[in-house]
T-cell receptor, first 115, second 110 residues
Framework: AQSVTQLDSHVSVSEGTPVLLRCNYSSSYSPSLFWYVQHPNKGLQLLLKYTSAATLVKGINGFEAEFKKSETSFHLTKPSAHMSDAAEYFC?????????????FGTGTKLQVIP | DGGITQSPKYLFRKEGQNVTLSCEQNLNHDAMYWYRQDPGQGLRLIYYSQIVNDFQKGDIAEGYSVSREKKESFPLTVTSAQKNPTAFYLCATRERYEQYFGPGTRLTVT
C-alpha cells in the first residue's frame, strides 16, 4: 500500500525564520518522493525530488529535504523564509508496482509567511 | 507550467451540461493524467493514459470521460452525471518518475 501524510495542514512562520514542512510516507517498494509548490490558481511546480540517489536533496529557491528511510519521512526545510514562499506545498510518493506508476499526493500544507 | 496548455483558465457552466476541458502538451511525453483538486483534499486522479489510444480510470472516474487520439492531446469531458463538478482541474504529463503540470482550469457549475 502507498500513502502520504502531511502532518500539518497550515504552518505559519515569520519572514527570515526557518521553515519545516513535515511529510511521512509508506510504500511497499522503493519509492520516489517529491515536493511540489502551488501558488493560488496555478499549476504545481516541482521543488525537489528523491529517486534513490543522495538522501539529502537540494531544490529550487533554497529548499531542501532529507529522505530518512528508518523514519519513513521526507521533511521539507528552508533556512530563511521569504514572503514569496507563501503557498501550498504537496508531498508526493511514487512507485511502480507491476510496471505501472502509482502516484499519491498528500493533502497539502499551506505556508503563511508573516512580515 | 512548461509545455502544457490548459484552456480556458476559468469555465462556467449550467448544471446538466457536459463540458470539455482541453489539455495539450509539446513535451513529447507518452503518459498524461487528469487530476481534480478540492480544498483540503490534495489531488485525486480521474483518468490517465500511458500511450495513444489507451487510457485507464483513476480513483474518481465516475461522471468523467476522456479520449487520447493524439499524443499531444488528452481532453477531459465532465458529464452531467458528475454530481459535484465544481473544482480545479489539473492536467499532467510524466517522464520517468517526474510529473509536469499544466496551469489548471477552474470549473464552476451552477
Amino acid at each position: 500500500a502507498q500513502s502520504v501524510t502531511q502532518l500539518d495542514s497550515h504552518v505559519s512562520v515569520s519572514e527570515g525564520t526557518p521553515v519545516l514542512l513535515r511529510c511521512n510516507y509508506s510504500s511497499s517498494y522503493s519509492p520516489s518522493l517529491f515536493w511540489y509548490v502551488q501558488h493560488p490558481n496555478k499549476g504545481l511546480q516541482l521543488l525537489l525530488k528523491y529517486t534513490s540517489a543522495a538522501t539529502l536533496v537540494k531544490g529550487i529557491n533554497g529548499f531542501e529535504a532529507e529522505f530518512k528511510k528508518s523514519e519513513t519521512s521526507f521533511h521539507l526545510t528552508k533556512p530563511s523564509a521569504h514572503m514569496s514562499d507563501a503557498a501550498e506545498y504537496f508531498c508526493v510518493v511514487s512507485d511502480i508496482p507491476g510496471g505501472y506508476q502509482k502516484v499519491t499526493f498528500g493533502t497539502g500544507t499551506k505556508l503563511q509567511v508573516i512580515p | 507550467d512548461g509545455g502544457i496548455t490548459q484552456s480556458p483558465k476559468y469555465l462556467f457552466r449550467k448544471e446538466g451540461q457536459n463540458v470539455t476541458l482541453s489539455c495539450e502538451q509539446n513535451l513529447n511525453h507518452d503518459a498524461m493524467y487528469w487530476y481534480r483538486q478540492d480544498p483540503g483534499q490534495g489531488l485525486r486522479l480521474i483518468y490517465y493514459s500511458q500511450i495513444v489510444n489507451d487510457f485507464q480510470k483513476g480513483d474518481i472516474a465516475e461522471g468523467y470521460s476522456v479520449s487520447r487520439e493524439k499524443k499531444e492531446s488528452f481532453p477531459l469531458t465532465v458529464t452531467s452525471a458528475q454530481k459535484n463538478p465544481t473544482a480545479f482541474y489539473l492536467c499532467a504529463t510524466r517522464e520517468r518518475y517526474e510529473q509536469y503540470f499544466g496551469p489548471g482550469t477552474r470549473l464552476t457549475v451552477t
